[in-house]
């Protein structure tokens, strides 16, 4: 079994300014992309404190001041490569800073409201083991939601004082592998998937032979389940009922047709038609239903209905066809005219 691990450690750098007003300045994202290139990261924006600052909003701030950072990772390897990212924390990265450190908190989340990391600055927290951020397949994307709290108590002693700690961030990439079964009848006979109460199950179609999918990490059951890239998020869906699947706090549903491809999804009260989504991918899998981490490969992705597809395909075809009579009357036009001028 092929894996890629890539260990990273950055430095994040916080820079706090007292003593005098505070400059003008706009929120900024930061990003983590995992370009599937040996197993390389890429961390923007960086700052001259270092090349791999995730931290832009954290500069020139004032005591009593409560920033926040969001820091999106993301998947942009191709060929539905899936990995799984890690996060640990190593607090301060010199003694030096401690005084100052300590007296600032970090507080950081993912999607839930249950934090990551709540402690100060100079602390590992929740984060002194690795912890699993999440499982990505190529396209995919999380979200980390970093605040920094300051205390209007903190002395002019501290002014101009920069903070450094330091973060890893561990790139595990998976082969890419899809569930098998033989029956035990027969083993050259053919077989299919169902959902049995809720076990994805191998039915043969020869025989009265089944056995529910078994997790190759735990051995647990598996269940189908989806992730569903849209609108700039990621929803973890599972299906409930005929083409119809559902994220696990029951507010956003998703409906596909016939074919397999999402018609169009709801959140809340609100339905928003397919159509009208600039991108959306659509990757279909099993997952271990003990360890939502634990995760079979997609199928391949659908990206919009592919009879669109080959329409732009026929209509391309239509158009080349159209130009190439076009270009041929024009010739034999003119060969016509210039007998026609040769006469006068």
């Known amino acids: 079994m092929n894996k890629i691990k890539k260990i990273v450690s950055i430095f994040i750098c916080a820079v706090m300014i007292f003593g005098c007003l505070p400059l003008a300045s706009f929120a900024k994202d930061a990003n983590v992309t995992y370009s599937g290139n040996s197993g390389k990261l890429i961390f923007k924006p960086g700052s001259n404190h270092s090349p791999t600052d995730l931290f832009a909003n954290f500069k020139n701030v004032m005591p009593g001041a409560s920033l926040t950072q969001k820091i999106t990772v993301k998947n942009k390897a191709k060929n539905n490569v899936k990995v799984k990212i890690y996060l640990r924390s190593l607090g301060s990265t010199d003694e030096k800073y401690n005084d100052f450190l300590n007296q600032l908190t970090l507080t950081v989340t993912e999607d839930t409201d249950t934090p990551l990391f709540d402690a100060a600055v100079d602390q590992t927290g929740g984060l002194t083991e690795w912890v699993c951020l999440g499982t990505l397949y190529s396209g995919g994307e999380l979200d980390l939601n970093v605040t920094l709290n300051v205390p209007t108590t903190l002395d002019n002693q501290y002014q101009n004082q920069i903070g450094k700690i330091k973060w890893q961030f561990v790139i595990d990439e998976l082969p890419i592998k899809k569930p098998t079964w033989k029956c035990p009848v027969n083993e050259k006979h053919s077989y299919h998937i169902e959902e049995i109460d809720g076990i994805s199950t191998f039915v043969c179609d020869d025989c009265d032979s089944r056995e529910p999918m078994k997790c190759d990490e735990c051995g647990g059951n598996m269940r189908r389940a989806a992730v569903v890239i849209t609108g700039g998020k990621t929803y973890h869906v599972y299906p409930d009922g005929n083409r119809h699947y559902v994220t696990k706090?029951?507010?956003?549903?998703?409906?596909?047709?016939?074919?397999?491809?999402?018609?169009?999804?709801?959140?809340?009260?609100?339905?928003?038609?397919?159509?009208?989504?600039?991108?959306?991918?659509?990757?279909?899998?099993?997952?271990?239903?003990?360890?939502?981490?634990?995760?079979?490969?997609?199928?391949?992705?659908?990206?919009?209905?592919?009879?669109?597809?080959?329409?732009?395909?026929?209509?391309?075809?239509?158009?080349?066809?159209?130009?190439?009579?076009?270009?041929?009357?024009?010739?034999?036009?003119?060969?016509?005219?210039?007998?026609?001028?040769?006469?006068?």
Request: some cysteine.
């Open 249 to 344: 706090d029951g507010k956003t549903h998703f409906y596909v047709n016939e074919k397999n491809i999402i018609d169009y999804y709801t959140v809340g009260d609100k339905k928003i038609d397919i159509k009208n989504v600039s991108e959306y991918k659509f990757y279909d899998f099993y997952e271990c239903v003990d360890n939502e981490h634990h995760h079979t490969d997609p199928r391949p992705p659908q990206t919009g209905d592919p009879t669109h597809i080959y329409l732009w395909l026929l209509l391309f075809i239509i158009f080349i066809a159209v130009a190439m009579i076009i270009a041929t009357r024009k010739r034999k036009i003119g060969k016509d005219g210039g007998e026609e001028r040769a006469k006068c």
